[in-house]
Structure formats: structure tokens, C-alpha cells
């Protein structure tokens, strides 16, 4: 067929534009489900939940934030930062309130090939697991943690070089990150179901 | 079939031209109708779907809107903007719908890296929809106008530019004539309400669906890299359509809600026992910030703090006097050691800190004044409240103990700390109330954890200590142990139950294990 006839039509432009966009998006979206493409997340408003097997970081710092609920009221959260962090095992989990619907995504279940996340900030609510920290500083005020990021001055901070946390369990309202390698990426809408 | 379709009407003229409104009298809807046959409707409408279904991927409360700042942040907010004005563009300016739309499929196909993954597949299809729409959309041939073949050829260019990318494959081409035949690319007249039902039905299918058919087209160039499936579906995006295959392998969702259900219980149990502690935590911070503040009150009033001081150990003295029934009785031997303590504390720690005796706990230990010798390593905060079953250190590993002067952003520029450095501490039954301030709110996060280890040059700043003695021993046996030469130290070290106000720890490696975090507020 030629071009020409290709562009006469509205179906002939139709494939014109759609077929090199549903090959990028197809490339595109195999190399994010291998980790080979990193993407960028910001979520805030809602609280979800995630979950690791197991967390490493360098760069941590910790301190007070806030974050605005469904009223549109304040509350505090525990604003924590990580420069480089490796997750194995991710789960993160959103559930639609009074509704039998969610989104439940997993990524880096091959432990070789872990979830990589660059410039994390995760304002959080709730956190459990067990930590190990080297070179840590905890009380410090929180307008000098040694990372780019820093809280206000008067508040409670802690920071550390490097952060590991096995069985993370953590609710969160809001996360970001700059650069997310999410391999073996799997994203599906639930019936509700969370990680934990 | 629609080789028939060759567009006539002239690319400017569809806002001139109300086309049949411009009649007899038509109802609103009729008029709507014409309206919306001279301009790419359906991918403009789209296309601000996808905008506003990318917006709220990020932003998943409806009713509380917030803008991201930062890098990320302006991606997820400034694409979403764009989509939704490209829509409104291509809508009013039906001319330039080439480049409405390729900027449209540009975008949207970017918003798969820069905004939640495309706003979680269903933005990205819509707005891929909403595109192609845009690019293809074409005026109906107006029987009463003259055909304009040449707006044609003009347009040749960029649309034949996405074309040179990617060979056709087959099985897209069965794909997008299947998507062709149901979308309205035919234009006669009669059959305008039905389109507008198909498209419709479409979009909603996209909305709930994320596309079916563009995402199954999407999947196809790439096949060849998976094995082959008649449902390939990297992302797990298709499980409700693949749903056969996808069955077969163990899906997160059973073993997910196993999990759920499991720690549920031990969620629920974790809620009791933690809401417990906040209750006692409460209490016990309110007190303990409140001396706080008795104590500190700054280096200007030191005859003001001694006397206020002197005039606590009285009432110190008194109250352990009152306390007679809960200790034994006041003997000479506790008086005694308690003077033994006093001494002793004065001797290591000179007379920057203060020891009383009786009240809430047995031994309390205070910094009120502002004579420590200056260290300006960290900058130090508002206190923590520490609260621990014991605290346990190899005596070997005692570095030393003294009083330091640092610098803190509350209660003045500096103040006195105890120093504690040991080579490791564990400290078991670990409790950590944190406080900040947001809008005049207090709020911070309490830590419980199973224990807390420091390694390495650990050195703990403390502000106050109020403790017990150990179970089962009493002044006298304190009093021994201090005449046999134990340092008070290791006396404070030794006590139970203490609440110590925390301002800061560092050391080279530390385990919090079991640790539970959790967000407090007034």
C-alpha cells in the first residue's frame, strides 16, 4: 500500500499513528518491566502501604514533615530520605476507601535483580522491620542531617551513612522518586487486597 | 469501505461554519452534534481524560488538591496540564490537529516513565487513543462544498513522519483495521448518535479497562522478545483478560491476602499493646517535660536555678520522705548512701549536674546549668523522651562519662548534656518519644523496639535520668557498692526502668530490632 493511500484515509492515518506508538510504548513498557528503564513516581494524598523483604540505603536522614489527609487537615509524618536504596520483594498497595478496589504492585521479586531507587523520599506514618544503621546520628536537628534534603530547625532528626531494614512493613501518604527501576514489574488492579 | 471517505471540506472553515445549525431552528443537541462533527471531538476529549486521569494517579484524594514541587513533581503536574490544553487545542484549532495529536502521543507515551507509570496504564491509553484520534480525524465531506484535495497533501508530512519509524506488522494491522471499523471513520451523517455511542463505549472501556485493544496492539510489536502468548502481558496489566494463563501461575493476590490475614492478627495485637504504650508514654512525657522545663531554665538565672534547685532537693527529700511508705524506712544507712551518691557524682561530674533523690523514681539526675566544656560535633534539638527496661554495657567498654556544653536550636543556644561514651550499650525494652513542631502542632513519632544495640563509639547525650534501683536492692546495698568503689557511672548504669531525656546518640553501627515507628500529634 502506498503512503499516499496510507494518509488518504482516516484509517490509514489512524495506523500511521499508531502503530509507531503502540512499538514504543511496547519496547518502553519491556524495558521498565525489566528494570532497564527507570520511571519517575510522585503519589501523595492517600495513605498506601508498602512492604520489602528487604531494604538497603545509603543516605539516610530522617525527620518530622507534614502531609494532608482526605479533609484537608495537616498531620504529621515522618519524612524519611534515602539517596540510593535497594528494595527486594516490593510491594506497594492502594485500596480505594469503602470499596472492594485497589492497586497492587510488586516489583524485584528475583533477588538478583533488586528494585533501585534514586532520591526516595517517603513520608510515612507507620514503620516496622529491624534496622541496622552505620554511622548514625540520631537527635541531631533536623536543618543539619547530612542529606540534601532537610527538615525544619527545632525538630527531632536522625541520620545515617547506610540503612538496611528487613521485613519492612511501612503506611505511607505520600512517596517520590527521582529515578525507580522497577524490575519484574507486575501491576494489578485488587479486590482490596494489600501487602500487609 | 471507506475509500469513499476522501475529506473535501477546506481545513479552515469548520469554526466558520455552523454547518446545519445554520438552518432552521435545531435543538441544542442537534446543534452540539454539528458542532462536534467539524472538529476532532472525540480525541480532543480524550486526550484532557488522560490529563486529568494523570493529574489524580499522583494525587489519589479528589478533594485535596496538592501541587509537587521538585523535578519529579513538575513532570507529574506539568504533563497532565499539557494534555488537557493539547485536547482543548485540538478541539478549537481542528486545523492543526497533526501536531495537537503527535504531541499528544509523545506525551502520553512519556507519561509511561515520568507520571506513575503512565497514571497506571489508564491515562496513557486514553490519552494514546485520544492521539490517534487527533491525527486521523478528518471534516466530513460537506455535499455542498467543493473538494480541497490539497489540504490533503499538505498534511502529508507529518503524518507520514511517525510512519517511518516501525515497519507495519500484521498482526497490528488486524489490530487497528479491527479498531478502525469500530471507531467512526465513516462519516455518514445518519449514523452520527450511533458513533458517538460506539466512542463512548470505547472510552469507557479504556477508562476501566486501560484499552484493551491499544494495549493488546502494544504487546504485539515486541512479542517476539516473550514467548510467544495470546495474551502478552509483561506488566500484568491483562490479567482479567489473560485470565486463564495468568491463573495457572501462583498471582500475588491469595498469598497477599494470606498475608493480610495473618498480619492482621498481628497488627491488631501490635495496635493494642502500642496504644497501651502511648497511653503510659503520655502521661509519663507530660511530667517529664514539664521538669524539663523547671530545669532549664537557661544559664542567665544560675542563682535563680540553684536556689530553685536547692529548693527542689528539699522538696525532693521531702517527698522521698513521704514516699517512706513505698521504700523502707527512711534509715541512716539510705541517708547515708544517698549523701555516698552525691558525693560521688559531684567528684566525677563536678557541679554541672544535679542529683536529687525520691519522687516518681528513685534517682533523678538533672543539667541545669551551662558549665560543661563546649563540643560542637552535632547540632541538638528538642529532647527525647528515652524509655528503657535497663540499660546493659560490658563495664570494660566504659569510655567516660562527663559533662559536655552543645549547641541546640531550642531552649537557648546551648546547654549542658551528659556524655556517655561506651564502646557498646544495649539497651532492651526500648521506647523513644521524638517531638517536633508543624503550625504550632506538636507531633513527632514514638519507636518501640524489642532492643536497641549501639556499636562502635557509641556516645549517648543526655539531658536527665530518672530511674529506680535494681529489684531487690536497696540504698544500703548501693551504699556498699559505691564504698567498694564503683563509680557512679556504673551505679546509673546498673538502674532500672529508667526514663532518660535523650538528646542525641551517634555511633558507628546500630540495630533497632522489631522496631515499630509510628506518627503521633497533639
Avoid at chain 2, 450 to 463: F, K, L, R, T
Wanted: net charge negative.
Amino acid at each position: 500500500m502506498k503512503l499516499s493511500a496510507l494518509t488518504r484515509t482516516r484509517r490509514g492515518r489512524a495506523m500511521l499513528a499508531a502503530v509507531p506508538t503502540v512499538a514504543v510504548i511496547g519496547v518502553l513498557m519491556g524495558g521498565v518491566a525489566q528494570g532497564a528503564v527507570p520511571v519517575s513516581m510522585a503519589i501523595s494524598g492517600q495513605q498506601f502501604k508498602i512492604a520489602a523483604d528487604s531494604l538497603e540505603g545509603t543516605g539516610f536522614s530522617q525527620y518530622a514533615g507534614e502531609a494532608k489527609d482526605a479533609d484537608g487537615k495537616s498531620h504529621p509524618v515522618a519524612i524519611a530520605n534515602i539517596k540510593d536504596a535497594t528494595l527486594h520483594n516490593l510491594c506497594q498497595s492502594v485500596k480505594v476507601p469503602g470499596m472492594p478496589l485497589g492497586l497492587l504492585i510488586s516489583a524485584g521479586t528475583n533477588p538478583k535483580n533488586p528494585v533501585k531507587a534514586t532520591d526516595l523520599q517517603i513520608g510515612m506514618s507507620d514503620l516496622r522491620g529491624t534496622a541496622q544503621f552505620n554511622q548514625i546520628r540520631i537527635g541531631v536537628d533536623a536543618s543539619t542531617v547530612n542529606t540534601k534534603e532537610h527538615g525544619s530547625k527545632g525538630d527531632f532528626a536522625m541520620d545515617s551513612d547506610a540503612i538496611s531494614i528487613d521485613d519492612l512493613k511501612q503506611v505511607s501518604s505520600s512517596t517520590s522518586a527521582a529515578v525507580f527501576k522497577l524490575t519484574d514489574l507486575h501491576l494489578k488492579i485488587s479486590d482490596g487486597t494489600e501487602c500487609f | 469501505m471507506s475509500d469513499e471517505n476522501i475529506p473535501t471540506g477546506p481545513e479552515e472553515t469548520p469554526e466558520s461554519s455552523p454547518g446545519p445549525a445554520s438552518g432552521a431552528p435545531v435543538t441544542r443537541r442537534r446543534r452540539f452534534a454539528a458542532w462536534r462533527r467539524e472538529r476532532p471531538f472525540w480525541g480532543g476529549t480524550l486526550a484532557i481524560l488522560s490529563g486529568v486521569v494523570l493529574w489524580f494517579s499522583g494525587r489519589l484524594e479528589l478533594d485535596n488538591l496538592e501541587i509537587q514541587l521538585g523535578i519529579e513533581g513538575m513532570q507529574s503536574t506539568l504533563l497532565p496540564v499539557a494534555l488537557v490544553l493539547l485536547g482543548a487545542l485540538v478541539m478549537t484549532q481542528p486545523q492543526f490537529r497533526v501536531f495537537y495529536g503527535v504531541i499528544t502521543l509523545a506525551i502520553s507515551v512519556y507519561s509511561l516513565l515520568g507520571v506513575n507509570l503512565g497514571g497506571f496504564g489508564v491515562g496513557m491509553v486514553l490519552g494514546v487513543v485520544g492521539g490517534i484520534l487527533a491525527v486521523s480525524w478528518m471534516p466530513r465531506p460537506a455535499a455542498d462544498e467543493a473538494a480541497d484535495e490539497h489540504a490533503e497533501s499538505v498534511e502529508e508530512p507529518p503524518a507520514s513522519e511517525p510512519a517511518a519509524g516501525t515497519p507495519a506488522d500484521p498482526r497490528v494491522e488486524g489490530e487497528e483495521v479491527g479498531l478502525a471499523e469500530i471507531l467512526p471513520f465513516d462519516d455518514e451523517p445518519a449514523r452520527g448518535p450511533r458513533h458517538a455511542a460506539v466512542i463512548a463505549a470505547v472510552a469507557v472501556l479504556a477508562l476501566g479497562g486501560t484499552g484493551t485493544t491499544a494495549v493488546e496492539a502494544a504487546a504485539a510489536p515486541t512479542s517476539q522478545v516473550r514467548a510467544a502468548s495470546s495474551c502478552w502481558d509483561p506488566l500484568g496489566w491483562l490479567e482479567w483478560i489473560c485470565g486463564s494463563d495468568e491463573d495457572a501461575e501462583p498471582t500475588p493476590s491469595p498469598t497477599g491476602s494470606e498475608d493480610a490475614g495473618t498480619d492482621e492478627d498481628g497488627g491488631a495485637q501490635d495496635g493494642d499493646t502500642s496504644s497501651g504504650d502511648d497511653e503510659s508514654g503520655d502521661g509519663a512525657a507530660d511530667g517529664g517535660t514539664s521538669a524539663a522545663g523547671d530545669d532549664g531554665e537557661g544559664p542567665g538565672g544560675d542563682d535563680a536555678d540553684g536556689a530553685g534547685t536547692d529548693g527542689k532537693d528539699g522538696a525532693g527529700k521531702d517527698a522521698e520522705d513521704a514516699d517512706e511508705k513505698d521504700e523502707d524506712a527512711d534509715t541512716p544507712a539510705e541517708e547515708e548512701a544517698q549523701e555516698e551518691v552525691e558525693k560521688e557524682f559531684a567528684l566525677e561530674l563536678g557541679p554541672c549536674a544535679r542529683i536529687t533523690f525520691g519522687g516518681e523514681y528513685d534517682i533523678n539526675v538533672s543539667l541545669p546549668g551551662d558549665c560543661g566544656k563546649r563540643e560542637d560535633a552535632h547540632v541538638f534539638s528538642r529532647d527525647g523522651d528515652l524509655e528503657t527496661r535497663d540499660l546493659q554495657l560490658p563495664l570494660t567498654g566504659l569510655n567516660g562519662i562527663d559533662v559536655v556544653n552543645v549547641p541546640v536550636t531550642n531552649d537557648g543556644p546551648r546547654r549542658d548534656a551528659l556524655r556517655i561514651s561506651v564502646d557498646s550499650v544495649k539497651v532492651p525494652g526500648f521506647w523513644l518519644k521524638t517531638y517536633a513542631e508543624n503550625n504550632g502542632t506538636l507531633g513527632g513519632t514514638v519507636t518501640n523496639a524489642g532492643y536497641v544495640s549501639m556499636e562502635g563509639d557509641a556516645q549517648m547525650y543526655i539531658s536527665s535520668i530518672h530511674a529506680n534501683l535494681p529489684d531487690g536492692e536497696d540504698w544500703a546495698e548501693l551504699g556498699e557498692k559505691i564504698a567498694a568503689g564503683a563509680s557512679p557511672v556504673e551505679m546509673l548504669l546498673g538502674l532500672t526502668d529508667a526514663r532518660i531525656g535523650l538528646m542525641g546518640a551517634t555511633s558507628d553501627k546500630q540495630v533497632w530490632s522489631e522496631f515499630r515507628e509510628q506518627v503521633w500529634e497533639d
